[in-house]
């Protein structure tokens, strides 16, 4: 069974950058759609950015030219590297797995919805503030 690990969050300024990592373990990564969403306090659900099996990529429109998700196939972990960090972007970031098929704005989201994941992680705080 696919379980995911999220890692890297934690307390950066303004400007600064941080990359988070997804660990999965239990099947390969490289067999779903893996996406990162993140929830600020009394926010919706946001997908953040995802990237599918064949190795495509996707970013909501509030990250593009910042936010890059890429994918360690070997260490079987998916990464979000955040640069240029606004208190906007604070929240907690979850990575989740679908096996979703489609193209990946199929649904008229930058990434598919989030009823179409099984397997989802804790999250991790983001903190953006100086």
């Known amino acids: 069974q696919l379980q995911l690990v999220e890692s890297g969050g934690g307390l950066v300024e303004p400007g600064g950058s941080l990359r988070l990592s997804c660990a999965a373990s239990g099947w390969t990564v490289d067999y779903y759609v893996i996406t990162w969403f993140r929830q600020a306090p009394e926010k919706e659900l946001e997908g953040v950015s995802c990237?599918?099996?064949?190795?495509?990529?996707n970013y909501a429109d509030s990250v593009k030219g910042r936010f890059s998700i890429s994918r360690d196939s070997a260490k079987n972990t998916v990464y979000l590297q955040m640069k240029s960090l606004k208190p906007d972007d604070a929240a907690v970031y979850y990575c989740?797995?679908?096996?979703?098929?489609?193209?990946?704005?199929?649904?008229?989201?930058?990434?598919?919805?989030?009823?179409?994941?099984?397997?989802w992680g804790k999250g991790i705080l983001v903190t953006v503030s100086s």
């Open positions: 990237i599918s099996a064949a190795g495509n990529t």
């Open positions: 989740a797995a679908s096996l979703w098929r489609e193209p990946l704005s199929y649904s008229g989201t930058p990434c598919p919805p989030r009823n179409e994941y099984g397997t």
